[in-house]
């Protein structure tokens, strides 16, 4: 442990936040992918609960495994554009075209790249596509080799193209749900690397709601505001920190999708 109750071996005390919790998840979104009649996972739940860690550690994964990747970003600005998000995969030099080229062009660079082996496509925050990149995913998981891994946003209005993906498709559609009590406390502690005290795990059980993304911001910010120390061995609070979810609104719990 460095001076100052800084997590060791973490330049400047910053904290390494562990992929836990998340084993059966893992588990059964990676035999999906390995199903030949499988053409993708879709993760879905509340924003922060975890959807984007688990879609990178899939295509880590894959990477580790002799595939190759490749990411898509899904955002409100791009959506404004057609197959903005895809924006990264028309060649250099191929103009603006009709869209429907363009639509081509970005289908043929994903199918090319699934004939040197297997290609993870991963597609975050696919609630927000444009309805011709939505169209795209849909296409390339059912008319190529490539398998995508994709997150939506619960509650939110999805792309009928990307509903599609697990309503007709046969791509496993897998709801996250809050960390449970336990996964929380191996959570923290793997990220201190040290024993926490129950008083510690009681406040972020409380206050994240088991939301990961929450969790990791209470305790960071518990750590820079030194309200989070470790004292004789032990982490422990060495005050109360003001933070709690209402403070939070784009992190409160979201219905699931229908």
Not at 206 to 230: D, I, P, R
Request: charged fraction near 20%; proline fraction near 6%.
């Amino acid at each position: 442990m460095e001076p100052g109750g800084r997590p060791a071996g973490r330049p400047g005390g910053q904290l390494t936040w562990p992929f836990t919790g998340r084993a059966e998840e893992l588990g059964l979104a990676g035999a999906a992918l390995r199903e030949r009649a499988s053409c993708g996972v879709v993760v879905s739940g509340a924003a922060g609960v975890g959807k984007t860690r688990l879609a990178r550690e899939l295509l880590a994964a894959g990477d580790g495994a002799g595939s190759a990747s490749a990411w898509v970003q899904g955002t409100r600005a791009a959506a404004s554009v057609p197959l903005g998000a895809f924006a990264a995969l028309v060649p250099a030099g191929a103009g603006a075209g009709d869209r429907l080229h363009l639509f081509q062009l970005c289908a043929d660079a994903l199918r090319e790249r699934a004939a040197a082996g297997r290609v993870l496509l991963g597609v975050d925050d696919a609630h927000l596509l444009d309805p011709a990149s939505a169209a795209l995913v849909l296409h390339v998981a059912t008319s190529t080799p490539v398998r995508v891994v994709v997150t939506v946003r619960a509650g939110e209005p999805c792309p009928d193209s990307i509903v599609a993906l697990w309503k007709d498709a046969g791509a496993l559609r897998l709801e996250l749900r809050q960390l449970s009590d336990d996964q929380i406390a191996a959570l923290v502690t793997a990220a201190l690397g040290g024993e926490v005290e129950p008083a510690v795990l009681r406040w972020v059980f409380t206050a994240s709601e088991g939301n990961a993304l929450y969790l990791h911001e209470l305790v960071t910010g518990a750590l820079a505001a030194a309200a989070l120390a470790q004292v004789d061995g032990r982490w422990q609070l060495r005050s109360r920190p003001r933070a709690s979810p209402a403070s939070q609104p784009g992190l409160r719990r979201a219905p699931s999708l229908r």
